[in-house]
């Protein structure tokens, strides 16, 4: 009769904790974010999610993985919002299904915007992205003469893990990249046509207008006419750790190779990463005889092209008229209650 009893009493416990495996876990208070690494045991994840409180005792994990041998889960950092039974923790292992931040590249970012925005999101640091960034191995087979995968990390959004190494994450955008350009029917020197659409890409964010700036630096290296382009001046800044947020008499006058005032023709690599749309500008420039283009005083972000620089000094001085009675304008303005209080601050 006894051991009937202890038989009943061991089933009844089996059968309770065999049932806890399907109850929610203990309740969370806040977001939980459990990064289990690569090559961590059974033992080591059973205590990481019990310590972290998903799950109420190591043995319930330790449980399902006895149960399910062959069953294997895979590393990265994991999110839990609410209560979650044990078995549905331990099918989220198995699934791999992992959290993951978005990294948003917009058509136009460097390099070092790039890694700015990773160092913002966490997992990459600036260092590491840059140092990946720095190898051109994988584009060699497209442009052999590139320095740097600038310009081939395609703007789009990605998927980032605690997992997610510098090197693969650019290579998940330079296959992006050879996507796009597939896609566009891109051919001849590659290099040359991604550095084109590099500076047609800063220039100017009026999709209709790119192949208009196209036109333009195309006619001036037709006839070896300066590119004269600020945004080169601003990356040579840039790679010489220099830039100081805005555009000096400095920056115009250096001789670094990138700056498009003191060097003829192209620059030697892309100045920014373009998207689609400026990639196909520089394939396919509109055909015209514009030598110039400054920006419409009407703030816009379109400009006016002028085929001479009789027209583009015309443009110029219109530009400038506007600019100085803007100023005027803002200047004379009344202060209200609101700026005042901005002011006391």
């Given at each position: 009769m006894?051991?009937?009893w202890?038989?009943?009493?061991?089933?009844?416990?089996?059968?309770?904790?065999?049932?806890?495996?399907f109850?929610?876990?203990?309740p969370?208070?806040?977001?939980?974010?459990?990064?289990?690494?690569?090559?961590?045991g059974?033992?080591?994840?059973?205590?990481?999610l019990?310590?972290?409180g998903?799950?109420?005792?190591?043995?319930?994990?330790?449980?399902?993985r006895?149960?399910?041998?062959?069953?294997?889960?895979q590393?990265?950092?994991y999110?839990?919002?609410?209560?979650?039974?044990?078995?549905?923790v331990?099918?989220?292992?198995c699934?791999?299904?992992?959290?993951?931040?978005?990294?948003?590249?917009?058509?136009?970012?460097?390099?070092?915007?790039i890694?700015?925005?990773?160092?913002?999101l966490?997992?990459?640091?600036?260092?590491?992205?840059?140092?990946?960034?720095?190898?051109?191995?994988?584009?060699r087979?497209?442009?052999?003469?590139?320095?740097?995968?600038?310009?081939?990390?395609?703007?789009?959004?990605?998927?980032?893990?605690?997992?997610?190494?510098?090197?693969?994450?650019?290579?998940?955008?330079?296959?992006?990249?050879?996507?796009?350009?597939?896609?566009?029917?891109?051919?001849g020197?590659?290099?040359?046509?991604?550095?084109?659409?590099?500076?047609?890409?800063?220039?100017?964010?009026?999709?209709?207008?790119?192949?208009?700036?196209?036109?333009?630096?195309?006619?001036?290296?037709?006839?070896?006419?300066?590119l004269?382009?600020?945004?080169?001046?601003?990356?040579?800044?840039?790679?010489?750790?220099?830039?100081?947020?805005?555009?000096?008499?400095?920056?115009?006058?250096?001789r670094?190779?990138?700056?498009?005032?003191?060097?003829?023709?192209l620059?030697?690599?892309?100045?920014?990463?373009?998207?689609?749309?400026?990639?196909?500008?520089?394939?396919?420039?509109?055909?015209?005889?514009?030598?110039?283009?400054?920006?419409?005083?009407?703030?816009?972000?379109?400009?006016?092209?002028?085929?001479?620089?009789d027209q583009?000094?015309?443009?110029?001085?219109?530009?400038?008229?506007?600019?100085?009675?803007?100023?005027?304008?803002?200047?004379?303005?009344?202060?209200?209650?609101?700026?005042?209080?901005?002011?006391?601050r």
């Amino acid at each position: 009769m006894r051991r009937s009893w202890l038989f009943a009493a061991a089933a009844a416990t089996a059968v309770a904790a065999a049932g806890s495996l399907f109850l929610p876990g203990p309740p969370l208070n806040r977001e939980v974010f459990l990064d289990i690494p690569r090559g961590t045991g059974s033992l080591g994840a059973a205590r990481a999610l019990a310590g972290a409180g998903v799950i109420r005792y190591q043995w319930q994990f330790l449980a399902l993985r006895a149960l399910h041998p062959r069953a294997t889960f895979q590393a990265g950092e994991y999110q839990f919002q609410k209560p979650a039974s044990p078995r549905a923790v331990f099918d989220r292992l198995c699934r791999g299904d992992v959290f993951y931040r978005q990294l948003t590249v917009p058509e136009g970012y460097t390099i070092f915007d790039i890694a700015e925005a990773l160092e913002r999101l966490g997992g990459i640091s600036s260092r590491e992205f840059l140092q990946a960034a720095s190898d051109a191995s994988p584009i060699r087979d497209l442009a052999p003469e590139a320095r740097s995968l600038e310009g081939f990390l395609f703007p789009d959004t990605y998927r980032v893990s605690r997992q997610t190494a510098a090197a693969d994450l650019c290579l998940q955008m330079t296959n992006r990249f050879r996507k796009a350009w597939a896609e566009l029917g891109g051919s001849g020197p590659v290099l040359a046509a991604v550095t084109m659409a590099s500076l047609i890409e800063k220039e100017t964010a009026v999709q209709s207008e790119r192949p208009l700036v196209a036109s333009v630096f195309y006619n001036r290296l037709r006839i070896g006419m300066p590119l004269d382009c600020d945004p080169t001046a601003i990356y040579a800044a840039l790679l010489e750790g220099r830039y100081r947020g805005t555009i000096y008499r400095s920056d115009l006058d250096s001789r670094h190779r990138y700056n498009t005032y003191q060097h003829a023709g192209l620059p030697p690599g892309p100045i920014a990463n373009p998207g689609a749309g400026a990639l196909r500008a520089a394939l396919q420039p509109a055909q015209t005889r514009y030598l110039y283009f400054v920006a419409r005083p009407d703030n816009s972000g379109a400009h006016t092209f002028s085929e001479t620089l009789d027209q583009h000094q015309r443009a110029v001085a219109r530009y400038r008229r506007a600019s100085a009675k803007a100023k005027q304008t803002e200047t004379a303005r009344p202060v209200s209650g609101a700026d005042q209080a901005r002011g006391r601050r």
